[in-house]
């Protein structure tokens, strides 16, 4: 694989992360295999700025992974399209030997990216992987990344003029089968912009008609 060199990081190129671009690739649109590696980049050069250690070939597999649940594959799974991607990251990686504490730590970076404030006190690669999503998805800490890094990663992966539309019309086909998963995540947010007919789960509802109230 030839890759880049950007502020210090490369993509590894061990076997394992040579079958995870492949499968990827195979699965994922254009859209979002550039998306996912780039939000392996931004988590890389995150960790390597912050000082965080952090397993490449890891980090690299959870970001690639970590957006493969929202594909046409799992559109008429019933689970959250997190916990699909984080079985399917999970399912690769002990086919591949790897150890179970890894998996768990990949699992986990996988399934709670879009859960705000909790990956931030995890392990480098759940907390690498939500910085390098939301950077590349609302540019959250963008200003700490050089405009060369910048420049670099677009090269490597680029990003395009139509990405936000894309991700939004993605993640509205990939979800709106299964609406009551995205309850308590801002992916609703997805199919109340697309659906004028959707109505978000509300906790205070379901408190005043759960079956303790008389």
């Not at 493969?68 to 594959?73: A, F, L, R, S, Y």
């Not at 399912?91 to 970076?109: S, Y």
Request: a negative charge; aromatic letters at 10%.
């Amino acid at each position: 694989m030839n890759t880049p060199d950007i502020g210090g990081i490369r993509l590894p190129d061990s076997r394992i992360a040579r079958e995870i671009t492949q499968l990827v690739r195979d699965t994922e649109s254009d859209m979002l295999f550039h998306h996912s590696a780039r939000v392996y980049w931004w988590g890389a050069l995150a960790g390597r700025r912050q000082g965080l250690p952090f397993d490449p070939e890891l980090l690299y597999a959870a970001a690639m992974f970590h957006d493969i649940g929202i594909t046409p594959h799992y559109h008429g799974s019933r689970l959250r399209f997190e916990v699909d991607g984080a079985n399917a990251a999970r399912d690769f990686l002990r086919g591949h030997g790897i150890a179970a504490r890894d998996v768990e730590k990949v699992w986990l970076a996988v399934a709670l990216h879009t859960t705000p404030g909790i990956p931030e006190h995890m392990h480098p690669k759940a907390s690498l992987v939500q910085a390098g999503a939301g950077m590349d998805m609302a540019g959250r800490g963008y200003a700490a990344f050089t405009a060369a890094e910048r420049d670099a990663v677009l090269a490597a992966h680029p990003r395009g003029d139509d990405f936000a539309s894309g991700v939004i019309d993605t993640f509205y086909e990939g979800l709106r089968r299964r609406p009551e998963t995205t309850f308590g995540t801002f992916n609703d947010d997805f199919l109340t912009f697309r659906d004028p007919h959707f109505e978000r789960g509300n906790m205070c509802t379901i408190l005043l008609n759960s079956p303790w109230v008389r």
